[in-house]
């Protein structure tokens, strides 16, 4: 198996559909002969073409609206919106058109689209390039969210979202895009199911829930703290609607204390519906309260570097926050 980086991952998903399915394209901002600001579609304008890997204006409402039509017509189109924090334009098409669609049309109706967005701060982006946007899009049924936070999920879950039925949005950690590296099983067909956990690490005192970015960093942390004698399990959530209840709970229900962490602002993040969950259908498990480590709430990670640091978690804070939990 081969060693790649969580982006060559993506790339290699978009390249292998493009080659099997005909109706497959991708559409975004400077995604043609550039590939892309972060070079997720180098190579493929040159390998299929124009009509195929389609430069856009500089318009998100246009990237989606035109991705819904033609969907809907029977392609399968992939919309890159070249930052997370781009992505409010084209908010009404998602949340209100391509969301309710299947549903208005009684089931007559699908939209088979994939939305990726690079998401999350680290990077010294400021303001307009650091959001992490995810919780609005989890609360819409009729879109699936999915994050992946390895090589292999990138590349397996991007593919099954491409042949969905329905609408996927695609959330990429761009601090991780060179910094995660994982083995690349060669397989012929690589598909992750969309809906579905995964325990990366086996632990008995504690859980803790995570994502992207924060889920690379969660396994590093749960290292330094096993030379601690903490023993630490760890859940890559991967997809965050559809919710893997089965394998939250199955998890609290073994250790008894759970941690949910995530890079967004605390309030109202996707960490709290962790938490209801918990609350709800695992209160009886519980040895200790329930705890979110999340970003603090102000507007977005800010551009100083040593205010970045401030905002964003990281290995040690991950760490000091299992320890925190053990300690009940």
């Known amino acids: 198996m081969a060693e790649v980086t969580l982006i060559e991952g993506i790339r290699q998903a978009m390249d292998e559909e493009l080659a099997r399915d005909e109706r497959v394209f991708i ?6 002969p550039r590939g892309g600001v972060f070079r997720a579609t180098e190579g493929l304008y040159e390998k ?9 204006p500089l318009a998100e409402l246009s990237i989606v609206g035109m991705g819904i039509g033609a969907a809907l017509y029977g392609l399968r189109p992939i919309c890159e919106i070249q930052f997370a924090d781009f992505i409010h334009p084209a908010f009404n098409q998602i949340v209100n058109e391509a969301a309710k669609m299947c ?17 999350g ?3 010294g982006g400021g303001l307009y390039h650091s959001q992490s946007v995810e919780a609005f899009f989890t609360h819409v049924p009729g879109l699936k969210v999915v994050v992946p936070s ?12 491409v042949r969905d039925p329905n609408p996927v949005i695609y959330f990429e950690p761009k601090k991780g895009y060179r910094l995660i590296k994982g083995e690349l099983p060669e397989e012929d067909d690589l598909l992750v199911p969309i809906g579905q956990a995964s325990i990366s690490r086996q632990g008995k005192d504690l859980s803790v829930f995570a994502y992207g970015m924060m889920h690379y960093y969660t396994l590093q942390a749960a290292e330094i703290v096993a030379e601690e004698g903490i023993d630490v399990e760890v859940v890559d959530l991967r997809t965050l609607l559809p919710i893997d209840e089965q394998t939250i709970l199955k998890s609290v229900e073994k250790t008894g204390k759970a941690l949910i962490v995530y890079e967004g602002n605390l309030t109202g993040g996707y960490g709290a519906e962790i ?12 040895d200790a309260p329930i705890r979110r480590l999340a970003g603090p709430d102000v507007p977005a990670a800010p551009f100083s570097h040593p205010l970045q640091d401030w905002f964003m978690l990281d290995v040690s804070k991950i760490a000091a926050g299992i320890r925190s939990m053990a300690e009940y």
């Not at 549903?103 to 998401?119: E, K």
Request: proline share 5%; charged share 20%.
């Open 275 to 286: 938490s209801a969950i918990l609350a709800e259908k695992a209160f009886v498990s519980l």
């Open 121 to 123: 701060g680290g990077i």
């Open 150 to 161: 390895n090589p292999r999920d990138a590349k397996g879950l991007l593919k099954s979202a």
């Open 48 to 56: 299929y073409g124009g009509s195929r890997v389609v430069d856009s």
């Open 27 to 32: 559409v975004g901002e400077d995604v043609g």
């Open 103 to 119: 549903y208005r049309s009684n089931g007559a109706w699908t939209v088979p689209m994939v939305i990726r967005a690079p998401y």
